[in-house]
């Protein structure tokens, strides 16, 4: 019988961290930009990856690897 309530609780904490994880990841992916707030982003993005270069902040090479994954980010994300 102790068995049996063991198993149960084993049971209700198994499906408790299931729902916890699922409802945190559906939370996660469902962070909402306004369309003004992604045109800022994809506004600020091209103005580094245009003028970023110029303002010798960092090294040419720094600035086109910066450059890649900000173009990723926009793919991956602002659509």
Known sequence: ?????ILII?????IIVLLSTSIYYL??????LSDKEKE???FTFDV???FGEDLGIQSK???KKLAEELEK???????
Do not use: A, G, T
């Open 1 to 5: 019988m102790e068995l049996f309530y």
């Open 10 to 14: 084993l049971l209700l904490v198994l």
């Open 27 to 32: 939370i996660k992916k469902s962070i909402y």
């Open 40 to 42: 800022f982003i994809i």
């Open 48 to 50: 580094f990856i245009e």
């Open 61 to 63: 090479e720094q600035h």
């Open 73 to 79: 980010i926009r793919k991956k994300k602002l659509k």
